[in-house]
T-cell receptor
Framework: RKEVEQDPGPFNVPEGATVAFNCTYS??????FFWYRQDCRKEPKLLMS???SGNEDGRFTAQLNRASQYISLLIRDSKLSDSATYLC??????????FGAGTILRVKS | EAQVTQNPRYLITVTGKKLTVTCSQN?????MSWYRQDPGLGLRQIYY???????DKGDVPEGYKVSRKEKRNFPLILESPSPNQTSLYFC???????????????FGPGTRLTVL
């Protein structure tokens, strides 16, 4: 079983749609959780951290469920510019960041 | 401008010819790391460094070496490259706290390596 698993997609959605991605992790001792965004052939960039209480940044909402060991990312009112690969990242003990393989989102007009 | 730079950006080489990919950051970050990204596998950590002269293996260190003689530089060395090291490589840096890595990893633009 992979340490961090994501549905690879692609998720094809129309502009204005709401889309949600889930990510599961295997290590119950994981400390911190993040979503990164990666555009084609570019470097990943931090989208948002994920807190136990859930957090929101504009159209983006991240949730953490420690009991079930998954995190989610909700994107409302999708824009064409949201098209990218979304990487789920988990910080384990030992200064190790574990990346999921990513979920591809394609927003179409 | 705060940034992580990598060179070269693209490299095609042949099996067994030693190469070095440089990585430099201007943010005075303590933590630096190298990742490789392959289709369907995501980013996998090769090596990381918590500070000068401190390096540790990540998940896939075989066939790679690193050094951290200065805080800003963290070169990746392939002593004898093989075709299975053909990949997209990213260097990253971040601040650290007493509890470990902070949330923001700053990535370089990537190096696309092809080993024939």
């Amino acid at each position: 079983r992979k340490e961090v698993e994501q549905d690879p997609g692609p998720f094809n959605v129309p502009e204005g749609a709401t889309v949600a991605f889930n990510c599961t992790y295997s290590n119950s001792a994981s400390q911190s959780f993040f979503w990164y965004r990666q555009d084609c052939r570019k470097e990943p960039k931090l989208l948002m951290s994920v807190y136990s209480s859930g957090n929101e940044d504009g159209r983006f909402t991240a949730q953490l469920n420690r009991a079930s060991q998954y995190i989610s990312l909700l994107i409302r009112d999708s824009k064409l510019s949201d098209s990218a690969t979304y990487l789920c990242v988990v910080y384990d003990w030992g200064n190790k960041l574990v990346f999921g393989a990513g979920t591809i989102l394609r927003v179409k007009s | 401008e705060a940034q992580v730079t990598q060179n070269p950006r693209y490299l095609i080489t042949v099996t067994g010819k030693k190469l070095t990919v440089t990585c430099s950051q201007n943010m005075n970050h303590e933590y630096m790391s190298w990742y490789r990204q392959d289709p369907g596998l995501g980013l996998r950590q090769i090596y990381y460094s918590m500070n000068v002269e401190v390096t540790d293996k990540g998940d896939v260190p075989e066939g790679y070496k690193v050094s951290r003689k200065e805080k800003r530089n963290f070169p990746l060395i392939l002593e004898s490259p093989s075709p299975n090291q053909t990949s997209l490589y990213f260097c990253a840096s971040s601040d650290t706290q007493t509890s470990g890595i902070t949330d923001t990893q700053y990535f370089g633009p990537g190096t696309r390596l092809t080993v024939l």
